[in-house]
């Protein structure tokens, strides 16, 4: 079964950094692509960063030189490098990735994770 487990969620003051990782695990055969999204309190899940199919990388405005996307080179962990953060980034984290796997032969889906919480106290 292919799961995706995100961990380094926490309370942080403002201006402080986090680092949120997403480990996908499970009989996977290739990752398409991989994104990040919060939700914070009483708001639509928001995008905010992932990597295209070839590897390129993409931010929403309100991230762009605050936090930074990368992965291992078997690109079945993601990291999201999250700095100079403010209250306003107070929300749910989620990971998002297209997966290809093998079950019953080759199948590809769209999984998330189950969330980690980021605080930012002001």
């Known amino acids: 079964q292919v799961q995706l487990v995100e961990s380094g969620g926490g309370l942080v003051q403002a201006g402080g950094s986090l680092r949120l990782s997403c480990e996908a695990s499970g009989s996977i055969i290739r990752i398409n692509d991989m994104g990040w999204y919060r939700q914070a309190p009483g708001k639509q899940r928001e995008w905010v960063a992932g990597f295209t199919r070839s590897d390129s990388t993409n931010y929403a405005d309100f991230v762009k030189g605050r936090f930074t996307i990368s992965r291992d080179s078997d690109k079945t962990t993601g990291y999201l490098q999250m700095n100079s953060l403010t209250p306003e980034d107070t929300a749910v984290y989620y990971c998002?990735?297209?997966?290809?796997?093998?079950?019953?032969?080759?199948?590809?889906?769209?999984?998330w994770g189950q969330g980690t919480q980021v605080t930012v106290s002001s």
């Open positions: 998002n990735a297209q997966i290809t796997y093998a079950r019953l032969g080759i199948r590809t889906s769209e999984y």
